[in-house]
């Protein structure tokens, strides 16, 4: 007597398989969206934690700004504009960066960063000399679908921090 599956029990294995692969594949595209985004974000953290300890270890501001073509080697801050497009970190204030410390790539597709802000130039002793029309630190990032956004807010003392914001979503 040979073993094996009828036609049946196979028929109900694939429905089975295709249910859960209907319910899963949607879960884990946001969990990928959330994961990227939370990359950005400790990216840019991380962009700001850099930027304020050179300025500390060399004794001369360091800004982070928008970049006007980061991918493509600028050493050019963007006056205006997404911060999507990518952003340095560099010895000097925005008007005039004597050299690139580090730069970051424009972020992929449906992920946006909206801030007030065209740059931040940390002095000597830490603190943002934050360059803007307003008093507002915060840079909201968030992806295509709002189902996943943070606030990343730079405190007059150079601390950043990072607040999850309630999500909007699709």
Same mark, same amino acid.
Request: aromatic share 4%.
């Given at each position: 007597?040979?073993?094996g599956?009828?036609l049946?029990?196979?028929?109900?294995?694939?429905?089975?398989?295709a249910?859960?692969?209907?319910?899963?594949?949607p879960?884990?595209?946001?969990?990928i969206?959330?994961n990227?985004?939370t990359?950005?974000?400790n990216?840019?953290v991380a962009?700001?934690m850099?930027?304020?300890?050179?300025?500390?270890?060399r004794?001369?501001?360091?800004t982070?700004?928008?970049?006007?073509?980061a991918?493509?080697?600028?050493?050019? @801050?963007?006056?205006a504009?997404?911060?999507?497009?990518?952003?340095?970190? %560099?010895?000097?204030?925005a008007?005039? +960066? #004597?050299? =690139?410390?580090?730069r970051q790539?424009?972020?992929?597709a449906?992920?946006t960063?909206?801030?007030?802000?065209?740059?931040?130039?940390y002095?000597?002793?830490?603190?943002p000399v934050?360059?803007a029309a307003t008093?507002?630190?915060?840079?909201?990032?968030?992806n295509d @679908?709002?189902?996943?956004?943070h606030?990343?807010d730079v405190?007059?003392? %150079?601390?950043?921090?990072?607040?999850? +914001? #309630?999500a =909007?979503?699709?």
């Amino acid at each position: 007597m040979q073993g094996g599956f009828t036609l049946v029990e196979l028929m109900v294995t694939i429905s089975i398989a295709a249910i859960l692969l209907a319910v899963g594949i949607p879960s884990m595209r946001n969990m990928i969206q959330q994961n990227r985004l939370t990359g950005n974000v400790n990216e840019f953290v991380a962009a700001n934690m850099l930027a304020r300890s050179e300025a500390i270890k060399r004794g001369s501001p360091v800004t982070l700004c928008r970049a006007v073509n980061a991918e493509a080697g600028s050493d050019t @801050c963007a006056a205006a504009g997404d911060w999507n497009t990518g952003w340095l970190v %560099g010895v000097g204030t925005a008007d005039n +960066i #004597a050299s =690139v410390l580090t730069r970051q790539k424009a972020l992929p597709a449906g992920t946006t960063v909206t801030s007030t802000l065209n740059a931040i130039t940390y002095t000597s002793m830490g603190q943002p000399v934050l360059a803007a029309a307003t008093d507002s630190t915060g840079f909201t990032f968030s992806n295509d @679908c709002k189902s996943s956004r943070h606030l990343v807010d730079v405190g007059r003392s %150079g601390h950043v921090s990072v607040a999850t +914001i #309630a999500a =909007v979503g699709c």
